[in-house]
């Protein structure tokens, strides 16, 4: 009987969970609404905002009619644990950037990364409620392609922040901030991948900063689509806590018919990125200081070999992307042999 009562209780629980509901938001003397689960977050609550106003995360307010205490103004709050109503409206307090520059050095810089347990990442990636986030997520976030797909290609997913493009140091010219051999990287890697730019920013600042560079419009390459945060899901672990993270099984639901965890690589400064796909993510080294290591910093040129390498072969998932510097050494000293 008890277990029944258990049971019952538990089944409860999992209903208000995953009961679908639709919030309305009032800003600007407008009303938007939005849909949110229970076992999203305050945090996804506003990326469904920003993408109905374009008001970033990071510059929301919410203001609810009935007291709920601080638990709205903390980003890591289930849904479910607020006394939401459907029919009740809340406010939105926020404004839209209009200096797209000040987007991403206006954030908190993220230097305390991690890397979570063999068994704790497995856990994360099989979770069924972030197999239920990615599916909302493949559902509501649409990729706009920019050049069309190329069969029989593979797949490269890169970061733009630390990985392409030094976003904290100040230089007169954006050139000076990016990372060296990008082009002739990413004219490299376009033989055999197509190439999608997946940033935890807003899109305005994705397109702004690769128009900048010359990436979106360069005649030696093509850039397939670009992803902001908004295709980003929030995941909970035991030991970090609330962090956002890249899925490629999005990328992977969309194109069907093009890439899967086979034939696809990402590169992020950040391996948190990684943990809904971590045999596919490749941890680069973070471009910083752009002024002063500017000369000596040659990843993009060694990760080219092993891009390349690397797409001679079958699987991409099978490999251990941890040790793709010695796996470059190693070819070096092969062909040097022969």
């Known amino acids: 009987m008890g277990e029944e009562r258990a049971s019952s209780s538990s089944s409860s629980l999992m209903a208000t969970m995953e009961e679908e509901m639709t919030l309305t938001v009032k800003w600007s003397g407008k009303e938007y609404t ?81 890397e979570l347990g063999q068994d704790e990442a497995v856990d994360l990636k099989d979770k069924e409620v972030n197999k239920q986030k990615l599916r909302r997520r493949i559902d509501q976030y649409k990729i706009k ?31 000076q901030l990016m990372r060296p051999y990008l082009h002739d990287f990413l004219t490299a890697a376009y033989a055999e991948y197509d190439i999608m730019i997946w940033s935890a920013t807003s899109m305005k600042w994705v397109e702004l900063k690769m128009g900048q560079l010359g990436v979106l419009n360069n005649p030696n390459y093509k850039i397939t689509a670009l992803l902001d945060h908004l295709a980003m899901i929030t995941v909970q672990s035991e030991s970090r806590g609330v962090f956002d993270c890249k899925p490629l099984g999005l990328i ?29 993510g490749l941890t680069i080294r973070p471009f910083r200081k752009a002024h002063a290591n500017r000369e000596n910093d040659k990843e ?39």
């Open 34 to 114: 939005v849909r949110v689960c229970g076992d999203d977050t305050v945090g996804e609550l506003k990326r469904r905002i920003c993408q109905v106003t374009e008001v970033l995360p990071k510059r929301q307010k919410l203001l609810y009619p009935k007291i709920v205490g601080p638990k709205l103004a903390d980003d890591s709050t289930l849904i479910s644990q607020l006394p939401f109503k459907s029919s009740v409206k809340m406010t939105m307090i926020g404004t839209v950037e209009d200096d797209l520059i000040i987007d991403p050095v206006d954030s908190p810089e993220i230097v305390d990364d991690f």
């Open 145 to 175: 392609v920019r050049n069309p797909c190329r069969k029989g290609k593979k797949l490269l997913v890169l970061d733009i922040d630390y990985t392409l493009f030094d976003h904290r140091s100040t230089a007169e010219n954006p050139l």
């Open 252 to 280: 992977w639901a969309h194109f069907p018919e093009y890439y899967n965890s086979t034939n696809t690589i990402m590169f992020d400064d950040l391996r948190r990125n990684f943990v809904m796909n971590p045999q596919n």
């Open 300 to 338: 993009l040129v060694k990760l080219t070999q092993y891009l390349l390498s690397i797409a001679e072969g079958g699987d991409l998932s099978a490999l251990d992307h941890r040790s793709w510097e010695s796996f470059v050494e190693d070819s070096s000293k092969r062909r040097r042999r022969v």
